[in-house]
């Protein structure tokens, strides 16, 4: 069983900063891609950051310059450092996963979303 476990939402107020922070446990072997995604009320879920597991990254146009991804692939753990954050960052993010399962499955995990705010 795999398992994705968010933290750092909160509520912040416009031009602040917050660090969310998501850790993979469970029977993994290893994983590829990890990404964050946000979902506003009325929207659909969007990409904000992706990953590989070599480093390279891709960001949604709209974060471009103020959120940046990392890994920490000896912890199974990603970042997404938000800076600026303006009112219309405010969503549940998401954390995502591809990971490969030590009985050899290969399967994309979500996190359980944590809320950020971000008040005018």
């Known amino acids: 069983q795999v398992q994705l476990v968010e933290s750092g939402g909160g509520l912040v107020q416009a031009g602040g900063s917050l660090r969310l922070t998501c850790t993979a446990s469970g029977s993994i072997l290893g994983i590829n891609a990890m990404g964050w995604y946000r979902q506003a009320p009325g929207n659909e879920r969007e990409l904000v950051a992706q990953i590989t597991s070599g480093g390279d990254t891709n960001y949604a146009d709209s974060v471009k310059g103020r959120f940046t991804i990392s890994r920490d692939n000896a912890k199974n753990t990603e970042y997404l450092q938000m800076n600026s954050l303006k009112p219309e960052d405010t969503a549940v993010y998401y954390c995502?996963?591809?990971?490969?399962?030590?009985?050899?499955?290969?399967?994309?995990?979500w996190g359980q979303g944590t809320q950020v705010t971000v008040s005018s």
């Open positions: 995502n996963a591809d990971i490969v399962t030590m009985w050899g499955g290969y399967s994309s995990y």
